[in-house]
Every structure is written in C-alpha cells, then in structure tokens.
C-alpha cells in the first residue's frame, strides 16, 4: 500500500485559513488522494478527494502538486468545529474494490 | 436520507466468546467497508463487500469473517474473542463501484469491550 507523511499536529486559530501538509511519494498513477477527518467520537468524514487537478468544495479545497508527490489539504476559514484528525489516504481501487489506509493522520486543534 | 447505522452501539463480551455486530448502509449503496479503530493501531481496514462477496481484506486473522446480504446489510463476525479485540469497530459504504473515486460514509461505530 502506497504510503503517506503527515505532521503529528498542527495547531491554528478561529477564522484564519489553515493548510495541511501531505507527502505521498510512492504515489502511482491510478491512485487518488482522498482526505478524511475525524471529530471527537464519531466515525471518519469524508472532506474531498483528487486525481491530479485541484479541487474545492464547500467543506475545503485540494492543492495537488504538479508532480503528485504531494498535496495541501486547505481549510478556507477554520471553526472551532474544524477540530479534528485529519487523514490523508492514498486510494487505488482494484477490480473496483476499494480500501482506505489511514496512517496516523494529522491533530488539528483550533484556538478562540 | 439516513445514515449508516450500526447495532449494537455498546457491547461488552467474555474472552473466547463470539459477537456479531451489524450495519446497514446507506439507501442505494451497495458496497460496505469494515474497518476497527484501536489507540495502539489506529484505523484498520478488514474488509469489504459487494454483491454479497468479499472484495477485499485486509491482514486480519481468520476470527474475523463477514457477510452480506441482498439487501447490502452487512454483518461481522469475530469468534473466540482475545482481549485485544476491545476496539471500535466501524462500518462505511459506498455508492461508486469505479477506480477510486467513490467516498465512502462511516457510521458511529460499534464500541466492544472484551473482558
């Protein structure tokens, strides 16, 4: 399985904008980079996914670097709420099974 | 449209029991993911089904074995249950079957305590 790097922990403040770092430079070609999040006691949330061009959503964007070995989870205005762990996963899915790879995910705490 | 649902919520078993938990995707997903969170490993892939057929497993002892149903409600087994089985165990599914694009959806977890 393809791996990724992420910081332990990251720390960053009410409504300022926060960006999460990820290496992954075994990625191959087929594989998607997918963030998930986890907030306290509750199961992993998807946030966005990307093959090779960023993207956005309502819950974040994803900054992709031009030769995929890496990639920037973006939180636009972080809350209070944004606090969790982030997880990001490199998916390749065989004849159409799929399997998510968590590593140890990156700590997100968000100060008032 | 509800979520993923996984029962029992809680369960507390007896070393070298066996337990079953369940999970009922989402309406319209076919695929659904199993997966167990401890403190020590983090979140661990087990394995998945579609069609009423694994699909994929992940490095888990023979103990642990799943199944599907038609209606893609799914159920997990783990027999003679070991102490480090305690963990949360939670479900995820999924719509796409494609190459990797499709988000998968977790339900709350079942939390096991084998004593």
């Known amino acids: 399985d393809a791996k990724t790097t992420q910081p332990n922990s990251m720390e960053s403040n009410e409504e300022e904008p926060v960006h999460l770092p990820c290496n992954h430079s075994?990625?191959?070609?087929?594989?998607?980079i997918h963030w998930y999040r986890q907030l306290p006691s509750q199961g992993p949330e998807y946030v966005i996914h990307?093959?090779?061009s960023n993207v956005n959503n309502r819950m974040a964007s994803l900054a992709i670097a031009e030769d995929r070995k890496s990639s920037t989870l973006i939180l636009h205005r972080a809350t209070l709420r944004d606090a969790a762990v982030y997880y990001c996963?490199?998916?390749?899915?065989?004849?159409?099974?799929?399997?998510?790879?968590f590593g140890q995910g990156t700590r997100l705490t968000i100060n008032p | 449209k509800a979520g993923v649902t996984q029962t029992p919520r809680y369960l507390i078993k007896t070393r070298g029991q066996q337990v079953t938990l369940s999970c009922s995707p989402i309406?319209?997903?076919?695929?659904v993911s199993w997966y167990q969170q401890t403190p020590g490993q983090g979140l661990q892939f087990l394995f998945e089904?579609?069609?009423?057929?694994?699909?994929n497993k992940g490095n888990f002892p023979g103990r642990f074995s799943g199944r599907q149903f038609s209606n893609s409600r799914s159920e997990m087994n783990v027999s003679t249950l070991e102490l480090g089985d305690s963990a949360l165990y939670l479900c995820?599914?999924?719509?796409?079957?494609?190459?990797?694009?499709?988000?998968?959806?977790f339900g709350p977890g079942t939390r096991l305590t084998v004593t």
């Open positions: 995820a599914s999924r719509l796409i079957w494609d190459r990797g694009r499709g988000e998968q959806y």
């Open positions: 075994t990625i191959s070609g087929t594989d998607y």
């Open positions: 990307g093959l090779t």
């Open positions: 996963i490199l998916m390749r899915a065989i004849q159409g099974a799929q399997k998510l790879v």
């Open positions: 309406s319209g997903h076919r695929s």
């Open positions: 089904y579609f069609s009423e057929t694994q699909r």
